[in-house]
C-alpha cells in the first residue's frame, strides 16, 4: 500500500513539474537483460526514466542514502540497491550481474555521480555488458531541472561489447570511451 501511493504521488510530481520529451523508446528491448546508461544532472534523473521507461529499472545509489531506515525501505522499493563507491563493492557487483543474468534491467549513471563533466566517467557500465553479455542502451539526458522545464531524453541505439571471463584494463577503457561519446552525442541532439 505504502509503496503503490508513494509511487502515484511520484509520477503526478514529475508529470505536473517537468515537461518531458522523449525520443528513440523502440531502442530498449521489452526483454533480455539490459544496463540503461545515461549522464547524470539531477536526482530526478532516475524518477523521470524510471516514469518514462516501461520496465522496472533497478539503479545502483550510493549507500549514503541507504543510512535512514524510512528511506532506505522506500529507496528498495523502488528497486534500488546499494553500492559502495569508496571501494570494490562485492555485494553490489553480485547484485548487478545477478540482475542482468535474470534478465531485468540495471539503471547506471556513466559519470557515476551528479556531474556535467564527461571526463569523470567510470567503468562500470562496460565491465558488466562484458561479463554478462547484455547489451547496454545509451541515454541522453538534457535539463535545467527549473520548475516546468523540459526534460529531454534521447535514447540511443544499443551497443554490445564481446563477452570476456578476463577483462583487460585497456578494452574497458576504450569500451567505456564508446560509451560516453555515444551519450554525448545524444545529450548533444537534444534542444531545450
Known amino acids: 500500500m505504502y509503496y503503490c501511493v508513494l509511487n502515484f504521488l511520484v509520477n503526478l510530481f514529475i508529470t ?3 515537461r518531458i520529451k522523449i525520443s528513440g523508446l523502440e531502442n530498449i528491448p521489452l526483454s533480455g ?8 544532472l539531477s536526482n530526478f534523473d532516475p524518477l523521470v526514466l524510471r516514469l518514462k521507461v516501461k520496465r ?7 549507500k549514503e ?8 525501505y522506500t529507496l528498495e522499493k523502488f528497486s534500488v540497491f546499494p553500492v559502495d563507491r569508496n571501494k570494490n563493492d562485492l555485494l553490489a557487483y553480485k ?3 545477478k ?3 535474470d534478465e531485468k534491467v540495471l539503471g547506471i549513471f556513466v559519470q557515476g555521480t551528479r556531474d556535467k563533466n564527461f571526463d569523470s566517467a567510470k567503468n562500470g557500465a562496460a565491465m558488466f555488458a562484458m561479463k554478462t553479455d ?4 545509451p541515454i541522453g539526458i538534457k535539463s535545467t531541472y527549473k520548475i516546468f522545464s523540459a526534460v529531454h531524453i534521447n535514447i540511443g541505439k544499443p551497443i554490445r561489447f564481446e563477452h570476456q571471463k578476463k577483462i583487460d584494463q585497456n578494452i574497458l577503457h576504450d569500451a567505456t570511451s564508446k560509451i560516453t561519446e555515444q551519450i554525448k ?3 548533444g541532439e537534444t534542444v531545450l
Do not use: Q
Request: proline share 0%; glycine share 2%; hydrophobic share 65%.
Open 95 to 97: 547484485t548487478a550481474v
Open 33 to 40: 537483460g539490459i544496463i540503461l546508461c545515461a549522464n547524470h
Open 99 to 101: 540482475l542482468l543474468n
Open 185 to 187: 552525442k545524444l545529450v
Open 56 to 62: 522496472t529499472i533497478n539503479f545502483m545509489a550510493k
Open 16 to 18: 505536473l513539474i517537468f
Open 65 to 72: 542514502l541507504f543510512a535512514n531506515k524510512l528511506f532506505s
Open 134 to 137: 547484455s547489451l547496454i542502451i
